[in-house]
């Protein structure tokens, strides 16, 4: 059973000038003390659809040793 890493980027918004729901790409705007401050950009046009606050990354303590094989293909 695999996990799904593509469940962050595959989030969609609505994108007025593509008319549609497209996929967006979050760029780092600012570092909060509490947070990260992320401009979504519609990877469509590269128009700014909304800014989300995510709170601190936690620790990666969830990747097992062993679990960390070469990617293949890549992104
Ligand atoms: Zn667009």
């Known amino acids: 059973m695999e996990k799904s890493f593509d469940e962050f980027n595959a989030s969609l918004l609505y994108c007025r000038k593509c008319g549609r729901a497209m996929p967006v790409r979050a760029r780092l705007l600012l570092i909060l003390p509490d947070g ?3 401009d979504y950009l519609c990877q469509g046009c590269g128009s700014s659809l909304g800014t989300k606050t995510e709170s601190a990354p936690v620790q990666l303590s969830l990747i097992k040793p062993g679990s960390l094989g070469p990617r293949s ?3």
């Open 73 to 75: 293909g890549g992104n």
């Open 36 to 38: 990260e401050l992320y």
